[in-house]
């Protein structure tokens, strides 16, 4: 796959200094994948779609959205601390979080309000949006298995 680190810190350079990405290296995903790691695979995942199957996009708004779609800054995997319905919840909080702390625009907006979907009713609006869809559950589904195969290497 193509290294696309370059174009993550050319468009989501300042997403990357800020306090909250640095807050995201401490909280689990998926398995022992960090909410900051799943990003910018989930990112680098979204670019590869989009170049793979040549669908134009707006890149800058791809990998900011990207970026900030899983911005909601708590450890959902705490019990009872209120995140007990995150599926379904936490593009609202990651997209109020990210208004705070950055300008976004239009698509980025639909991107991280949307990428829960089919779980959030609403459907995505803009291409960019359906790609992270894509790319986050293919991501997700990787850490996810990936944690199982560690746990039953240890016997669970």
Known sequence: ????????????GDILASGG???ERRFMQHGSVSTYDHSIAVTKACLYISDLL?????????VRGALLHDYYLYD???????HDLHAFSH????LKNA????KLNKIERDMIAHHMFPLNIAPPKCRE???????????AARET??????????GI
Do not use: E
């Open 76 to 82: 959902w995997h705490k019990p009872h601390d209120g």
């Open 99 to 102: 208004q705070c702390d950055f």
């Open 1 to 12: 796959m193509k290294d696309y680190t370059r174009v993550i810190k050319r468009y989501g």
């Open 91 to 94: 593009a609202g909080q990651a």
């Open 129 to 139: 949006s359906v790609i992270l869809c894509v790319a986050d559950k293919i991501c």
């Open 21 to 23: 990405m640095r807050a």
């Open 54 to 62: 040549h669908i134009k996009t707006n890149k800058r708004s791809l």
């Open 145 to 154: 298995a990936a944690g199982i195969v560690k746990k039953l290497g240890r």
